[in-house]
């Protein structure tokens, strides 16, 4: 209960501070651009529809799997065993923000990717839905795997290619086999540790388009101080803080600023 309240309160600061709604008062053209063509705008897509009926059919879906969790664990689903549809409800990129990162996707015609943290291979799909992206992903629980690698297969996405292994030990080796680096989705160890850890690996493959995308940036204390260590790192020119997800983006053009939108 107390970590409900204090996730509360950090959304409730966040409300109060956070501005630029639809980007009003942004002064930067690109972060302009950026909120109002892609944050602040609809997607109309039919490969949308494949992954909404993937995630129908995870909700319906009752088997149980015993999880190995490698990270900060599950704020709501407790023990070992766990549904496939309690995960998919509770574990999974939401809707919103899956439909954010699908059109960021497009937008910045992404083609090398990284996902740390596949889970039921949700947050996946709406990276490489398009075919257009080779998306390596990586999954620490076994089981999780093994779901998610079937319904890659199934709906023919040889583009994503999904690891099992602790993110320490396989990460290295994806990162060996990329030249530079487009897109990475940090999405699976919420400990500030490892996920600054992860983020100082990626930085050797970046170039100046290159896009990094954080969940669950105020998931703790721990993690909100990861999110602030990003941010200020001196290779980062601008962030974008949407309370679920943070952004991060790597032009040298820009000026060094933190925007906080309401979203």
């Known amino acids: 209960m107390q970590n ?21 008062g942004i002064h930067s053209p690109f972060v302009y651009q950026f909120v109002r063509s892609v944050i602040f705008t609809e ?20 088997n149980i799997v015993f999880i190995e969790d490698f ?18 409800r509770n574990s999974s990129t939401r809707k919103k923000y899956g439909k954010l ?8 015609q992404i083609k090398n990717a990284i996902e740390i943290g596949t889970s039921l291979g949700i947050g996946s ?12 992903t990586i999954e620490g629980d076994k089981s999780l795997y093994k779901i998610a690698k079937t319904t890659f297969e199934q709906l023919n996405l040889s583009n994503i290619i999904a690891y099992n292994g602790e993110f320490d030990k396989v990460l290295p080796t994806v990162l ?7 897109f990475v989705y940090f999405d699976g160890n919420h400990k500030s540790k490892a996920t600054l850890n992860y983020f100082y690996q990626c ?5 100046n388009e290159t896009v990094f995308v954080f969940d669950d940036i105020y998931w703790s204390k721990d993690m ?36 906080l939108i309401r979203y």
């Open 4 to 24: 409900k309240i204090k996730f509360a309160l950090r959304y409730f600061n966040y409300l109060i501070k956070s501005k630029y709604y639809y980007g009003h």
């Open 43 to 62: 997607t109309k897509n039919k490969a949308l529809k494949v992954i909404n009926k993937t995630v129908k059919k995870y909700k319906n879906n009752k």
């Open 71 to 88: 990270g900060a664990g599950s704020k709501t689903l407790k023990g070992k065993s766990r549904k496939i549809s309690e995960i998919v």
């Open 101 to 108: 990162i699908f059109r960021m996707v497009d937008y910045f």
């Open 125 to 136: 799909l709406y990276i490489g839905i398009s075919g257009k992206v080779q998306l390596h």
């Open 176 to 182: 060996e086999k990329i030249n530079k680096l487009d």
């Open 203 to 207: 930085l050797d493959k970046i170039h």
């Open 224 to 259: 909100k101080f990861a999110w602030e260590q990003i941010k200020s790192h001196p290779s980062v020119q601008v962030s974008i803080d949407l309370f679920q997800i943070g952004i991060i983006f790597f032009k040298k053009e820009l000026s060094k600023e933190h925007y």
